[in-house]
């Protein structure tokens, strides 16, 4: 897993798609590694297992007004959306980032645009509700955060999952 020039990645060969070679994890906030403006119990250890992996990135539109003491439990500065059009805004993240070596984690209806565009969407079930249109979009549906993030732990559990 990584190229000869030591970009740390993920790298998946599966059956029936194109090959992946994933550098960044594009990751919502509220419903996905928050609930009510509180970070979700051990997201900073699996985030920081990650990081030698993926380039972590937060996106959020900061419902709750807590995104700051969050941005400093994790060490991450995450990317605020302006109020209005927040799936367009999220896609577009996406985009610039290179779509083709992202992995998102969403779960919510401004969450669709972004699990489509990215390389591997992946739609958690969460304790706020998954909206069926993140569901539609994703590749994968888990039962939550830690679950995804395991599935990029163990890359292999994506290949059989997704393989034709």
């Known amino acids: ?3 000869d020039y030591n970009i740390c990645m993920i790298e998946l060969n599966i059956p029936g798609r194109t ?3 994933l550098v960044h994890l594009v990751c919502d906030v509220n419903g996905t590694l928050a609930v009510d403006g509180r970070l979700l119990e051990s997201i900073g250890r699996s985030l920081s297992r990650l990081a030698d992996r993926l380039t972590i990135h937060l996106v959020t539109a900061d419902t709750q007004g807590k995104q700051a ?3 400093r439990l994790l060490g991450l500065t995450a990317v605020r959306l302006q109020p209005g059009n927040e799936p367009a805004q999220k ?3 996406i985009r610039s980032l ?3 070596s992202v992995v998102a984690i969403g779960q919510g209806a401004n969450d669709a645009l972004m699990l489509k565009e990215a390389a591997l969407g992946i739609a ?3 304790r706020e509700g998954t909206a069926v249109s993140a569901l539609q979009a994703a590749d994968i ?3 939550d955060i830690q679950t995804a993030f395991e ?3 163990k890359p292999l559990r994506i290949l059989a999952t997704l393989r034709a």
């Open 151 to 153: 599935l990029l732990e």
């Open 91 to 93: 896609a577009e993240y």
């Open 69 to 71: 003491e969050i941005d």
């Open 1 to 3: 897993m990584g190229l």
């Open 19 to 21: 090959r992946m070679q």
């Open 98 to 100: 290179g779509a083709k």
């Open 124 to 126: 958690i079930l969460s």
């Open 141 to 143: 549906l888990v039962p």
